[in-house]
């Protein structure tokens, strides 16, 4: 059998794995349980953060042969389906490559159908900001008047571009970003499951790297474990990053803090020396500028973030606000002419 990765591994089949979505997961749940069922949802958000999860967990609740509930069984004939995409019931469209007006016709052709065997005809459109206006146009007549068997959800990354007329006659949820902290709570209990060792400085790692992406941070680890051999370290994923573990970056702060040029200098040449994503290391440079300044207002609100708090709290009192601003400022201006570098 062919190995799957860990973002299709993982995938939560139930709304009670959903990870950091409560807002959106309490809201359906509760119009489950409730038979008080919309026509038409929004769901928007970053990439991997759940819209399409959440979307085919819907469906799966909307039509478990056990019941209409926020619970689907997951051993029915229409849930393993779902799970597998062979339900026909439920249309995966992506809006990006069917945008047209003859695709969005052929789709709407079909919505005055019923079901084949189950309660609702779900049809998710992915990317749906994509659909040129004639498209939306021909797709608000229908959400004007659906059938009452027909769910809608509409799934993008920019909501901002969805025709308000579409968006007022849907349920719109936001999905948010992820915690560093959520997202190394349930990388943790992956790895722990999937029996590969680790330490906690390459979790904190990958979770930075996946900036708020869940799927994002599965895809990390999968490449993570090929790269150091099912033993994820913090030197190793910084070698795969191409990035320096927050220590050397601690380091380099402090030379630059105290002024110390030689220091400076020494830690530069052995960086050189390393496959080192210099964008990347300026935006770990400008997180730790960052954090400082937080430090500066209160060392309680450094709980959830992934450092060495006793460092950062250090360089904070060896700093005005001042300077804390202009090194940003500095780093900044590097970041935006790194090209010209």
Not at 7 to 20: L, N, T
Not at 141 to 167: G, M, N, Q, R, S
Not at 247 to 253: A, H, I, K, T
Request: proline share 3%.
């Amino acid at each position: 059998m062919s190995y799957q990765v860990l973002a299709r591994k993982w995938r939560p089949s139930d709304f009670s794995e959903v990870v950091g979505q409560e807002h959106v997961v309490k809201a359906l749940s509760n119009a489950l349980d409730q038979n008080k069922i919309h026509q038409a949802y929004v769901l928007s958000g970053t990439r991997g953060v759940g819209k399409t999860t959440i979307a085919r967990i819907l469906s799966k609740s909307l039509n478990c042969e056990e019941g209409l509930n926020s619970k689907p069984c997951h051993k029915c004939d229409t849930c393993i389906s779902i799970a597998e995409g062979s339900f026909m019931d439920f249309q995966e469209i992506d809006a990006a490559s069917s945008r047209g007006v003859e695709d969005t016709k052929q789709l709407l052709e079909t919505v005055m159908y019923m079901p084949s065997s189950s309660r609702y005809k779900v049809y998710l459109l992915d990317e749906v900001h994509m659909l040129s206006p004639q498209s939306f146009n021909m797709l608000l007549k229908t959400l004007e008047e659906p059938p009452p068997h027909v769910i809608f959800i509409l799934a993008t990354t920019l909501p901002e571009k969805i025709p308000a007329t579409v968006l007022s006659r849907c349920l719109q949820f936001n999905l948010k970003n992820l915690t560093p902290s959520q997202l190394t709570d349930r990388i943790k209990i992956i790895l722990k499951e999937e029996n590969i060792d680790f330490d906690e400085g390459s979790v904190n790692q990958i979770a930075r790297a996946g900036r708020g992406s869940l799927r994002d941070c599965l895809t990390i680890t999968d490449q993570a474990i090929a790269y150091c051999n099912g033993d994820l370290t913090d030197t190793g994923i910084s070698e795969m990053l191409g990035t320096l573990t927050l220590d050397r970056v601690l380091d380099l702060m402090k030379s630059i803090i105290q002024q110390d040029a030689i220091s400076l200098l020494k830690q530069l040449q052995e960086i050189s020396q390393l496959s080192i994503d210099y964008p990347r290391l300026i935006d770990l440079i400008l997180e730790t500028i960052q954090h400082i300044a937080v430090a500066q207002i209160s060392e309680e609100a450094l709980s959830d973030i992934d450092v060495n708090k006793d460092d950062v709290i250090s360089l904070s009192k060896e700093l005005s606000s001042e300077d804390i601003q202009l090194l940003y400022q500095v780093g900044l201006l590097a970041k935006r002419d790194m090209d010209l570098a």
